[in-house]
């Protein structure tokens, strides 16, 4: 995950929120569990300790954010928006033109799914792997 978050902090074309500061994640955290929205697992707060939001070309990766701004997207605001009726399983992490960047925690997977009809395109164990594919970052 080291190399992911090094090329994301490298790469010219990729914009990167502040850092985040802990009472603020915690309490976007707990903003997130008492509207019924799926609980984050610990690699994702460990990434969103690191990378607090994203934003390459068309790729958006959300963050902890008091309000959503017009660059970087607040992970709550988003998912309330978004207003799934799988939300207490389902957790939005991000987007782009064709997907979304998906936790599904009742299967303890990362899925990329497609916009308009929510299929499910790619599945992935790891962050690391979801976001390799969906940031589209070559590690060799």
Known sequence: MKN???FIKNDAN???????DTNELLL??????????????LEYIQFIKEINGLKNYD????????????????ILDKNILLDRTDKSCILVLGENIMDYLVYNKQYQKYETRDRDTDEITFTFDTLKDALSYFLDINEE
Do not use: H
């Not at 958006?60 to 607040?74: A, L, P, V």
């Open 4 to 6: 992911i978050i090094n």
């Open 14 to 20: 990729t914009l990167i929120g502040n850092k985040t």
């Open 28 to 41: 976007r955290l707990t903003l997130l569990n008492a509207s019924q929205i799926a609980y984050p697992n």
């Open 59 to 74: 790729t958006t990766i959300y963050g902890c954010f008091e309000e959503t701004d017009k660059i970087f997207i607040d």
